[in-house]
C-alpha cells in the first residue's frame, strides 16, 4: 500500500462519519489518462475532501507556504502536491502540471485561487484553461456543496468531461475556458441543491 492510500484510508474513515459527506457522480472520472479535475472552493478541507472523494489519485498545486511548514511540508510532498507561488505566473508549477497531465495522472485544481467567504463559486483564474488547452486531457468540474460542519451532509459531487473539442479548435482564451469550467460547477452546485 502507498503512503497516499493509506494517507486516504485514514482521512477517509475520520471525514466521511464526520461530514456525512455522500458522493455523487464518481463514475463520470474517466478511468484513464490525464485529468484535470476542477473545483470550487470553501474551506481549507477541500483537498484532502476531493482527494478522498475521487476515484484515482489527485495530484494538488499547493501554496508554496505549506511547503516550509515542518511535518505538513513532508507531508503534503508525499501526497502528490507540488508547490506553486502565488500571485503570479509560476513556469516551474506550470510545467509541473502539464507533466502530471501528460503522464495520464488527475491534476485537482481549484480555480477560484482563494476560498469563497460566502460559498458561491467565484471567478477563475486563467491557469486551469492555460491546462484545458496544452493538454488533450479530461477536464471533469467537481461540486463541494457544504457547509462544513460535524454530522451535517456535506456533497461532493463530479460532473460529466466538459466537452473541449470547439474550445480547443478555435483556440479559445485560457479565460473563456476557465469561464465555461467555472459556469459548470456553478450548474451541478444548482442542481444538486
Excluded at 499547493?62 to 510532498?77: D, Y
Excluded at 502565488?86 to 488527475?106: T, Y
Excluded at 479548435?169 to 469550467?181: C, G, L, M, P, Y
Amino acid at each position: 500500500m502507498t503512503f497516499y492510500s493509506f494517507a486516504k484510508t485514514v482521512v477517509y474513515s475520520i471525514f466521511k462519519p464526520l461530514y456525512r459527506i455522500e458522493i455523487v457522480g464518481a463514475e463520470n472520472m474517466p478511468k484513464e489518462g490525464g485529468v484535470l479535475l476542477c473545483a470550487n472552493h470553501i474551506h481549507n478541507f477541500d483537498p484532502p475532501v476531493v482527494g478522498i472523494t475521487a476515484p484515482r489519485p489527485v495530484h494538488f498545486m499547493a501554496k508554496e507556504e505549506l511547503f516550509s511548514v515542518p511535518v505538513l511540508g513532508k507531508l503534503v510532498n508525499h501526497l502528490n502536491a507540488f508547490p506553486v507561488k502565488r500571485g503570479m505566473s509560476d513556469r516551474e508549477a506550470l510545467r509541473k502540471g502539464l507533466a502530471v497531465l501528460k503522464e495520464g495522472n488527475v491534476l485537482g485544481l481549484f480555480p477560484e485561487g482563494t476560498r469563497s467567504k460566502n460559498g458561491e463559486v467565484g471567478k477563475g483564474l486563467a491557469g486551469a484553461g492555460f491546462f484545458a488547452l496544452r493538454s488533450d486531457c479530461y477536464v471533469v468540474p467537481c461540486a463541494i456543496i457544504g457547509p462544513y460542519k460535524a454530522f451535517n451532509k456535506l456533497k461532493v459531487v463530479f460532473g460529466k468531461p466538459i466537452q473541449m473539442d470547439e474550445l480547443r479548435q478555435r483556440k479559445a482564451s485560457a479565460e473563456e475556458v476557465t469561464d465555461t469550467i467555472m459556469n459548470e460547477i456553478k450548474l451541478i452546485m444548482k442542481s444538486n441543491k
